[in-house]
């Protein structure tokens, strides 16, 4: 079958192997076949590939989600041949061999009860939901506990999640009327358009890892109630201090690359009530997410799509130099066929 392998770490995005030898996996009990149409990337890849993800044996097909077709069904009545369907985490990716392939074998527990999916949506548009908009939900409602009279802060607000973010807690999943205050943060002034697009009521451009102050302006001098980390140990202090005497930081992300906080002093940044919590799409369960309402609503257009760029399964190499530059205001999808339904 055609794969994408990374065959050692580190290595650069070139070094990526698109293969067309590479051996298909063979159904299993337990397990569900899925002839993959297409996967998103994300930064837990790029971090494998640069030898940041300890663990992991190599040579590995990438991909820790993908959207696709069951081919078979591992001895569940839950699914049938034919069925659309999403896989994500789980182990894929790293405990074996994920989505970066024309087929994927996943356990039963990582794959979604079967999608309708609109009939004018695409492989490219589904393969940006899954990981990207069930962690934004699953941070949203089971770390943060959004309510409609919050005020939210997103700290990475341009990367896919944060996009997503956006757009969920000003969508009616969440609340209609009054909904959250959304305030998200960019280093690029030029992304301001594409974060008010998906949802963002103000934006604060981020030029030194702190916009405590310009938070406490926007909010009257109060902090945020709730704020979503997804740029990591550079900013979660600045975030700290962002929030008001109650609030609640959630940790999701490492788009600066570091998850640890030199010198960090609890007793300093979360006085006097401050709460610091965290959530991993890894225990979110994918049967309960609610995936068919976010795929209905980005059809429908309720939520905005955060497809930023698509490319060809060959070319997934480039699309990694592309998520590695940071140029990318959403989601990167590479297709394994050519026809995009």
Known sequence: MRAIVCPRVPISPSELVYTTTHPAPTPKEGHVLVRVKAYGLNRSELFTRQGLSPGIHFPRVLGIECVGLVKDTGGSSKWKEGDVVAACMGGMGRQFDGGYAE???????????????????????????PETFLTAWGTLSESLH?????????????????????????????????????????????????IKAAGADIVLIDRSDSVSEDVKQATGGRGADKCVELVGG????????????????????????????????????????????????????????????????????????????????????????????????????????????
Not at 103 to 129: E, G, N, T
Not at 154 to 176: D, E, W
């Open 103 to 129: 087929y994927a074998l996943v356990p039963h527990k990582s794959v979604s009860p079967p999608v309708q999916l609109p009939k004018d949506m695409s492989w490219a548009q589904f393969a940006a939901i």
């Open 146 to 194: 959004l309510k409609p009279t919050d005020t939210l802060l997103i700290r990475g607000g341009t990367s896919s999640v944060g996009l997503a973010c956006a757009a969920l807690a000003k969508s009616s999943l969440f609340a209609t009327d009054p909904r959250p205050i959304v305030i998200s943060t960019t280093r690029n002034k030029d992304k301001t358009a594409a």
């Open 234 to 341: 550079t900013t979660l202090v600045d975030s700290c201090a962002s929030l008001a005497d109650n609030g609640v930081v959630s940790m999701i992300g490492c788009l600066s690359g570091e998850w640890t906080i030199k010198d960090f002093d609890p007793m300093q940044a979360l006085t006097p009530w401050k709460h610091l919590a965290m959530c991993s799409s890894h225990y979110l369960d994918i049967s309960t997410a609610p995936l068919q309402w976010i795929v209905n609503a980005v059809a429908f257009g309720e939520l905005k799509s955060s497809v930023d760029r698509v490319f060809k399964m060959e070319d997934t190499g480039k699309a990694h130099a592309y998520m590695e530059a940071n140029s990318a205001a959403g989601k990167v999808v590479c297709l394994v066929d050519d026809e995009d339904r």
